[in-house]
C-alpha cells in the first residue's frame, strides 16, 4: 500500500521512481497469506466493460434467510477486494459480533484499483457506477441485505476515503451515511495550490482525464469537486451522516486537511462524528476505526475495549 505520505521526503523525481520500484517490489513479496475469511466473487460489469471482481465478508453464522445491512468498504491506492481478508479485518469483527457489541452486517469489497473511485471525466472508467449500479443490487439480492438508502452505508479508506465522500454525494439515494478513514480531503484551494507532496503525486496521476481540466479556470471547477463546499450547501447531502477518522502518525498533509475540513463542518453548524487516533497509514492501526466507523453507520456506540 502506498501513499502520500512518503512523498515530500525525495528530493528529485529520479530518487521518487526508485523509492517507489523498491517498496512496490518489497510490498509485493511480503503480502500476507489470504485467510478465505471472505466469499469472493467476480462479475461482468456493463459500466466498466470488463470482469470485476470483490469480496464479501459475513458475519459469523449468517444464513441465507438473514435480512442485515451492507456496508460497502472503498480500499486505498495499491490495495484491492482481497486487502480486507489478507490483514484479517473479518477475523478481528468476529468477536464484537459474537459478543453483540457490534451488529451484524455484510461488508462488500469491490475492486476498484487505483483509479480514485471515478466515474472518469473521459469516460474511460466507471468505477462509481461499477459499485453501485452493477455490483450492489446483485450483492443485495445474493446475501438478501436491507433497502437502500436506509440500509447502505459507505467507508473509504485513503484514496477510497476520496470516493466515500463522492459517492455520497452522487448517490444521496443509495447511503444513508458515509465514513472517511485516513483521507485526503482537500478544498478547491489546496487543489489548486498543492503542497510539493501533492505536486509529485498529481504528476502521476492523469487528472484532467479523471476530473476534467480542473485547474483551467478556478470559477469554472465545479462545486462536487470541493467536498468543504458540497457538504455545507447541497441539500441532497443534508440526511447523510457523516464520520472523519485520522490518526497522530500520518502525513502532515492528511492529518491538516482532516482537522481543516473538520473545523470548516462546525463552524458552518453541520453535524458529523470525528476520531483521532494514535497510529499511521496502515491496516493494523486501520482495524480499529473501521470497527468504529461500523459502529457510527449502524447506530451503535458501544465503547471500544
Known amino acids: 500500500m502506498i501513499w502520500i505520505t512518503i512523498l515530500p521526503f525525495y528530493k528529485s523525481i529520479h530518487i521518487f ?26 462479475m461482468y460489469s456493463p459500466s466498466e466493460g470488463a470482469t470485476m471482481d470483490y469480496s464479501v465478508y459475513l458475519p459469523p453464522g449468517w444464513t441465507a434467510d438473514e435480512t442485515l445491512p451492507l456496508v460497502v468498504l472503498l480500499h486505498g491506492y495499491g490495495d484491492n477486494h482481497e486487502s ?15 459478543s453483540g457489541k457490534l451488529p451484524r452486517v455484510i461488508i462488500l469489497n469491490p475492486l476498484g484499483g487505483n483509479m480514485f473511485w471515478e466515474n472518469w471525466y473521459d469516460d474511460s472508467h466507471k468505477l462509481r457506477d461499477w459499485v ?3 455490483l450492489m443490487p446483485e450483492v443485495a439480492s445474493k ?23 463522492r459517492f455520497a454525494y452522487h448517490e444521496p439515494d443509495t447511503f444513508s451515511s458515509a465514513a472517511s478513514i485516513s483521507g485526503l480531503i482537500l478544498s478547491r484551494e489546496k487543489v489548486l495550490n498543492p503542497s510539493l507532496g ?10 484532467e482525464r479523471i476530473w476534467g481540466p480542473i485547474y483551467e479556470d478556478y470559477s469554472d471547477m465545479p462545486e462536487d469537486i470541493d467536498p468543504f463546499v458540497a457538504w455545507i450547501h447541497d441539500e441532497r447531502l443534508k440526511q447523510t ?5 485520522w490518526g497522530s502518525e500520518e502525513s502532515k498533509d492528511i492529518q ?5 475540513f473538520h473545523d470548516h463542518l462546525k463552524q458552518n453548524q453541520r453535524p458529523h462524528e470525528y476520531q483521532t487516533f494514535a497510529g499511521g497509514h496502515n491496516w493494523n492501526d486501520w ?14 456506540d458501544d465503547k471500544l475495549e
Do not use: W
Open 17 to 42: 521512481i526508485l523509492a517507489i520500484v523498491a517498496v512496490l517490489t518489497s510490498a509485493c513479496s511480503s503480502l500476507p497469506e489470504l485467510t478465505n475469511r471472505n466469499e469472493f466473487g467476480a
Open 84 to 98: 480486507f481478508d489478507r490483514y484479517q479485518v473479518g477475523q478481528f469483527l468476529d468477536p464484537y459480533i459474537k
Open 132 to 134: 453501485v449500479r452493477d
Open 143 to 165: 446475501y438478501n441485505t436491507l433497502p437502500c438508502p436506509e440500509h447502505c452505508h459507505v467507508t473509504g479508506i485513503s484514496m477510497g476515503a476520496h470516493g466515500a465522500l
Open 198 to 207: 501533492r505536486r509529485i503525486l498529481f504528476s502521476f496521476v492523469p487528472t
Open 241 to 245: 451522516r457523516l464520520m472523519l477518522t
Open 256 to 260: 491538516a486537511t482532516n482537522v481543516s
Open 287 to 300: 482495524k480499529p476505526h473501521i470497527l468504529a466507523t461500523l459502529k457510527f453507520h449502524l447506530k451503535r
